[in-house]
């Protein structure tokens, strides 16, 4: 079955009926794809969870198309705008209050008082919600604790047999997840590292970010489970010296049977970073996989994040 779609006039109404009418499309953003349903419509977002098979308290994003519809969905204020205008479109995700009481996006937010949106930094993404005429939620468009689908031809391979229509929008340019971060208290706390560097919403708030990761008494996302983004094959990180049978994953001066970025790029290895999870799964001849270490600053945070999670056993 072929339900990938190029970029026209034509199938951008035809996915934007489907997503009016309750069914799903996969669309690419810019940092991985999106499994998109209408956030209003349970059923759709019900039979998201169901593709996925993902549990119900792991709650979904919704994605906009216009920073003043920020003011109907959530509860917001000056720092919200500042940094919707600074950052969006963009990989940066917010957990906001509901303001709202709106039943129809419980599922959605798997019964929190909390949301979360962004506006993704894609062509076809913003296309598809402003014909759809509403927010669309959309977790990455992959199996439950697999690999994140970066092509349109990775989430035909994941779950094409689920999913209505695939947008096909090229190779995801940044490569990971969006970050977020929870502005919901007076400090910033960030629940995953990801596409926007701590660093820049740090620089430009000029205030500290903390890290909800560790420390038991700040709020964790519910997606933080410690297994996720697992290729088959077992993974060990931060390897220098690869065993005979293990196939490597480089990264700068460490180079492997593929090497995430040969110059130490970060932006150019978080790019990379999902295709050649893929690419060791089926490259792997012995079933193990090793990868270099990345540093841990910029986009090497996010990463790091996703290959910790990608080894636990
Ligand atoms: O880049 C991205 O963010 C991609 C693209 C498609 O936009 N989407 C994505 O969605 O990564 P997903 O579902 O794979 O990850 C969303 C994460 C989950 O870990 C979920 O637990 C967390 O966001 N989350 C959602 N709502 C939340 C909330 N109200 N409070 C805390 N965490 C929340
Ligand atoms: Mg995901």
Known sequence: MNNIYTHTSENMQKAAA??????????????????????????????????????????????????????????????????????????LTF????????????????????????????????????????????????????????????????????????LDGGACKVGVESTIIDLTGKNIVMLRAGGTAKEDIEDFLGEKVLLSEGNPTLPTAPGQMLRHYAPRNTLRINVTLPEKDEYYIGFGSYNGDLNLSPTGNLKEAAANLFAYLRLADTGAEYGKIAVAPVPTDGLGLAINDRLKRAAYK
């Open 95 to 166: 957990v906001l209050n509901r303001i709202e009481e709106n039943p129809s996006i419980d599922l959605a937010c798997s019964g929190l008082r909390t949301l979360t949106v962004r506006m993704p930094n894609h062509q076809i993404a913003l296309d598809l919600i402003r014909r759809s005429g509403v927010p669309i939620v959309a977790p990455s468009a992959n199996k439950y604790q697999s690999v994140s689908p970066t092509t349109a031809q990775h989430v035909a391979d994941g779950l094409g047999d689920k999913i209505d229509m695939i």
């Open 18 to 91: 489907v997503i009016q009418n309750g069914g799903l499309v996969a669309f690419p953003t810019e940092t991985v794809y999106g499994l998109g349903a209408n956030v209003y419509n349970a059923d759709a977002v019900a039979s998201i969870f169901a593709a996925k098979q993902r549990p119900h308290f792991d709650p979904l994003i919704s994605h906009i198309a216009d920073i003043d519809f920020l003011k109907e969905y959530a509860a917001t204020d000056e720092r919200v705008f500042a940094l919707a205008k600074r950052f969006w479109p963009g990989p």
